[in-house]
Every structure is written in structure tokens, then in C-alpha cells.
């Protein structure tokens, strides 16, 4: 500013030293006064060619060199350029702060959407396109309402009410393939909102799976409690002989036993569930397992043809004398129950094979053949289910508890293994159980 000022002072000494030169050749002319009036005039015209310079700089290009090198006007122009060199670096943070957040929203297993005050596509992240069936670029700036025809979802934009969750199909749901989505709207700023998805199919599954969990534990307990409860209301009533009371307490000692067995398969499975994976250092006799197999399996055959003449023909044929790694309880539980259920679902007369062999690739393989009814192919897929029966009438008949199958994918996925199942109506179905490699000893 001080530059400025003792420029102007330079003009109107210089204007004043002409104007006495020129009042010395031609008096009484003002020639002063005149000198002085044009110096001013001509430092002004200069200073508002700089302003003009400058306002021309900031409206055209404020990114190139406006030529102001000195004086207020150059100040001006280095402050100012200053100023934009540091809201451009500001405004970059923020964009790179912005495309940062952005990109955490893309990455969200969530659905993220942001509508305006007319519930249009501000922005959605690709989870949010996939629940809803939309695309990320055609349906931007787009009615959310028009896009998505389901009637829960239109009321429940129309009623303004978020506070709730909203249950919904997804649009790649399929009766064979149900999608579930949980959608909430959180309104923000000035009228947006914030539409807020996730996928809840296995969250509905897990608690179908609960409810029927439930209500088959509930049934299988009830019906021998039952059974149980009437033979001792039978016994404390009536003057009964004593082959009566003999039969009736084997009705009750067979009745006891099926609970305790369905209390230990629950508890099995619990303890599967709850536990540690068995660890690398444990091992499994394949041979002491195929003894104690071909015992048990003898045993229960008895059992389930003592009225019978003839008993089960079994073969058991193990080329394998190493070692399994894993728990040995575990897999002779696994192994038991495949041969339990080939017992139980074979006629007295019928054919079980169990074989173990070593495959070319290093894998155990441990399959257990039989010659029953076999199981239809819409049934192989829910086997492994709990409490899932082909034939309900025909498993109670059995004594089975509808969990050996569970048990048994259970422990194979503890240990590695995969079940395989194949089966033929009218021939007989076939049980595997493979190991890895690794787990082979």
C-alpha cells in the first residue's frame, strides 16, 4: 500500500516539475496545476489497467500467470492464487475422503442406497442393485417406487412410518430358491433418505430349522412320554397278571430306550456342534474300528430279527490296516450310524456290505451297501437334515430318531470328509464316507 502511494507522489512530482518548466517559457498559463491534474490521471489510468489485468486473470484462467509481478495488485494476485492453491488441495482431500467413504459403502455386505426428497436414485452401492434387480448406471436419478413393484415395499415407502424393518422377497428369490430381505428407510438432511437392505434368507432358515427343531424334539419326546404315562397309569389301576405286567413293562424298557437314545443323539450333536476341531496328533485303528463295526452290527441285528428265522448277511471287507486322523469316538459314530440305518431299513433276508479301501489318489474310502428299499431322488438332498424322515410311520416302526445322518455330516465335516450318498428305488442304496489324504495315516 505504501508503494502504492510513493508511486503516486513520483507522478505528481514529475507533473509538478514539468508544469514549473512549462509556466517558466509561458506564464500565467496554470501550467502547474495542469502538470499536476495529468500526472494523476495518467497513474490512475495505469492502476486500472492493473485492476482490469487482474479482473480479466481471475475470470478467464486464475490458473496461469496474470503478469502482476509487483505492487498491490500483484499482492493481490499471490494472495489470491494462494487462496486457490489451497482450496484446490482441500478440495481434493475431500474428494479422495469422499471416494474413500464411497468405496467402504461399495464394500459393505449390506445394501446402501441414497434417495432424494422425491425418493429417486441419488446412489447405490452393488449389493443394494443386486437386492432390488437394478442396474448401478441406467437406473440412476429413477423413482425407487417405480423400480421396485413389490406391494409391502410401495406401502410401506407411502406410509412414512421407518420405524420397523420391512420383510420382503428379493428380486432373485424362487420358490425353489426363497431370498429374504430385511429393508429399513432412515430419513436424513432435507427430506433424503437412507435405504438401508440385507440378505436374512439364512437368518429365516436358521430359525425355520429352530422352530421345527423345536416342535420334532417336542413330538419324539411326547409320544413315548405318553406311551410311558399310560402303562403306569395301567399298572397302578388294574389286577394284572404277571405275563401282563411283564409285557407291559418291556413295552415301557423299549419305550425308555428310545428317549435315551434320542437324548443321546441330541447330545452328541451338541457336543459335535460345541467342540473343537479334533486335532492332527489323534488317532483312529481303521481295524479296531471295523471290529467293534461288525460287533454292534451283529448285535442289532439280532435284535431286529429275533422273531425272525434268518438274520441279515453281512460282509465286511477292510484292505486298509493303517490309521485315521481324528477322533476315534467321532467316526466309529459316524460309521455306526450308516450301518445302524442299513440294518434297520433292510429286510432280515438282505445283503449289507461295508468296505474300506484306499483310493489310487491316497483318500479312505468307507462305504456301507445295502439291499433295501432305496430312497427316491427328491428325498437324497434333505437327508442330512434333522429329524427328516422319507417315511415317518416307517422310521418309528425302526426306532429311529431321524439324527444319525446329521450325526454323520456332522463329523464328516469335522474331519474333512464328505458324504456321499446314491440310492435306486426297489435295489438298495449305497453310504460313503471319503477322507482326505491328510487325514490318512
Known amino acids: 500500500m505504501l508503494n502504492r502511494f510513493i508511486l503516486l507522489a513520483s507522478y505528481l512530482f514529475l507533473g509538478g516539475l514539468l508544469g514549473i518548466w512549462i509556466n517558466n517559457f509561458w506564464p500565467n498559463t496554470h501550467a502547474l496545476t495542469l502538470m499536476l491534474v495529468l500526472a494523476a490521471l495518467i497513474w490512475l489510468l495505469l492502476d486500472s489497467l492493473k485492476i482490469a489485468q487482474l479482473l ?13 509481478a509487483s505492487g498491490l495488485w500483484g499482492e493481490v494476485e499471490t494472495r489470491v492464487r ?36 422425491d425418493s429417486h436414485i441419488e446412489w447405490c452401492n452393488q449389493t443394494s442393485a443386486s437386492h432390488f434387480g437394478l442396474d448401478v448406471q441406467r437406473d440412476l436419478e429413477q423413482a425407487i417406487g417405480n423400480l421396485v413393484r413389490d406391494p409391502g415395499f410401495t406401502a410401506y415407502l407411502a406410509h412414512g412410518d421407518y420405524q420397523k424393518e420391512l420383510t420382503m422377497p428379493g428380486r432373485e428369490s424362487t420358490p425353489s430358491r426363497p431370498v429374504t430381505l430385511s429393508v429399513q428407510l432412515h430419513p436424513y438432511g432435507r427430506g433424503r433418505k437412507l435405504l438401508l437392505s440385507r440378505d436374512v434368507t439364512a437368518l ?17 419326546i411326547r409320544t413315548p412320554l405318553t406311551v410311558l404315562a399310560g402303562f403306569v397309569e395301567t399298572l397302578q389301576t388294574l389286577d394284572l397278571q404277571e405275563f401282563e405286567r411283564q409285557h407291559y413293562l418291556g413295552l415301557m ?6 428317549m435315551q437314545t434320542l437324548v443321546s443323539d441330541l447330545l452328541t450333536l451338541s457336543k459335535l456342534e460345541g467342540s473343537a476341531l479334533p ?5 483312529a485303528s481303521v481295524s479296531k474300528l471295523m471290529r467293534q463295526l461288525e460287533a454292534d452290527a451283529m448285535s442289532l441285528s439280532e435284535v431286529i430279527g429275533a422273531n425272525h428265522e434268518e438274520n441279515h448277511h453281512f460282509e465286511f471287507d477292510c484292505s486298509f490296516a493303517g490309521e485315521l486322523v481324528g477322533t476315534f469316538s467321532e467316526i466309529l459314530s459316524a460309521m455306526s450310524n450308516l450301518i445302524s440305518n442299513a440294518v434297520r431299513y433292510t429286510p432280515v433276508d438282505g445283503e449289507i456290505k461295508v468296505r474300506v479301501h484306499q483310493l489310487t489318489d491316497g483318500r479312505l474310502e468307507f ?75
Do not use: C
Not at 424298557?253 to 428310545?258: L, Y
Open 279 to 283: 486335532g492332527l496328533e489323534l488317532r
Open 367 to 441: 462305504s456301507v451297501a445295502d439291499t433295501g428299499p432305496g430312497i427316491a431322488a427328491e428325498h437324497l438332498g434333505r437327508l442330512t437334515e434333522r429329524f427328516y424322515r422319507v417315511d415317518r410311520s416307517r422310521s418309528r416302526e425302526t426306532g429311529g430318531t431321524g439324527l444319525g445322518l446329521a450325526i454323520v455330516k456332522h463329523v464328516a465335516q469335522r474331519h474333512g470328509a464328505t458324504l456321499s450318498i446314491n440310492s435306486t428305488v426297489g435295489q438298495g442304496s449305497v453310504f460313503s464316507l471319503i477322507f482326505p489324504a491328510s487325514r490318512v495315516a
Open 56 to 68: 480479466r486473470w481471475l475470470r478467464l484462467d486464475s490458473s496461469a500467470d496474470g503478469g502482476l
Open 82 to 117: 494462494r487462496m486457490l492453491r489451497e482450496r484446490e488441495r482441500k478440495s481434493q482431500e475431500y474428494k479422495v475422503r469422499l471416494q474413500d467413504f464411497l468405496s467402504a459403502l461399495q464394500a459393505s455386505p449390506n445394501g446402501v442406497m441414497l434417495l432424494d426428497g
Open 204 to 220: 429365516e432358515q436358521a430359525e425355520v430349522m429352530r422352530r421345527d427343531f423345536v416342535a420334532n424334539v417336542s413330538h419324539e
Open 253 to 258: 424298557a423299549q419305550q425308555a430306550d428310545r
